[in-house]
């Protein structure tokens, strides 16, 4: 399989744009930034790219917004090979439209790539198809406080063949959904579910790849969380079952009464979060230690009934970070879910958001302008 991985020389595709016939008026798009929601409307393009065995990835171009067709034989809808990602764009008081991190985002798919074996898309064409969809939609971001623009890039193996191989034709698309304010009335504490009858990867599976497949196998689970009032549900590793893993679709911290992070380690079993990275070295900066490590339940439970533990939260792309005020289980319950966000998650956040905003600087580059 032929792959892209240079990003500092890779020369990137060439873009054509068709504009669409049907593209709504600023009154119709003003309605719906007005409350748009998450992931309910989209906008009037998206991006497509092509890639084959014998061509590499070719026809990259901006779009109208529509269905895709694909052959009832196509791999994906019978091996599952497909991948995403999640990122947003945020408009700037200027009115400038950037994003966070992406660079680590098109890593990210690569690597998800090569675990589903798929053709990885250079870092180089991954910014571009960014930068080529808010060309053309860029009247799509939202400028209301703590809005944004989701960008969903997926990636799926469209080749018509049922043999059990690798795909040789895959196709590459973004679409975009402006993204209301995550929190209505402010951010408050969640419980969650913990899991003890699922879990959500094993060793040498696919947690750490970005794939539907492992948001598939959450849905039950959550399902079991929202029949108990909880927001997340929290999974266990496969092996012991007594090692916190991820939620859902966020990574976990405890902060302990000294002010050090801990969080489980990767193990492969967990998706690198971009937020979690970032969490990790806005701590560092402010001088606390933070340890990537296995957690047992056990050192939550019996950390809170000490004292030792004094805040957790979650956090992805989608909620920024979130506090969590309960853990809840079939056996027994941590925490207190009356109990209000912690000082520092908070203040966590609001340096987090107001990095992404544009509001304070940016210490680490990991702004990108893409409009």
Known sequence: MTTT??????????????????????????????SPGFGKHFTDHMVQITWTLDDGWHDAAVVPYGPISLDPAASVLHYAQEIFEGLKAYRHADGSIWTFRPEANGLR??????????????????????????????????????????????????ESFLGVRAAQKVDYRVIASPAGAYF???????????????????????????????????????????????????????????YLEELGGMNLFLVRHDGTLITPSLRGTILE?????????????????????????????????????????ACGTAAVITPIGELKSPDFSIGDPGRGAGEFTMSLRQELTDIQYGRRPDRHGWLHRLG
């Open 109 to 158: 798919l690569q690597r998800s790539a090569r675990r589903l074996a798929l053709p990885e898309l250079s870092v180089v064409d991954f910014l571009e198809s960014l930068r080529q969809l808010i060309a053309v939609d860029g009247a799509w971001v939202p400028s209301a406080p703590e809005t944004s623009l989701y960008l969903r890039p997926f990636m799926y193996a469209s």
């Open 273 to 313: 979060g971009i937020t979690r990275e970032s969490v990790i070295q806005l701590a560092k900066d402010r001088g606390h230690a933070v340890e990537e490590r296995p957690v047992a339940v056990d050192e939550w439970r019996d950390g809170v009934a000490s004292g030792e533990i004094t805040e957790v939260f």
């Open 5 to 34: 991985t240079d990003t500092a020389t890779a020369f990137p595709l060439a873009f054509t744009t068709t504009p669409s016939q049907a593209a709504r008026d600023q009154a119709e798009r003003d309605a719906i930034l007005a």
């Open 184 to 242: 209505h009335g402010g951010v408050e504490p969640v419980s969650i579910w913990l899991s003890t009858d699922y879990t959500r990867a094993g060793r040498g599976g696919l947690g750490a790849a970005k794939t539907g497949g492992n948001y598939a196998a959450s849905l039950l689970p959550q399902a079991e969380a929202y029949q108990h009032g909880c927001a997340q549900v929290l999974f266990l590793d496969s092996e012991e079952g007594k």
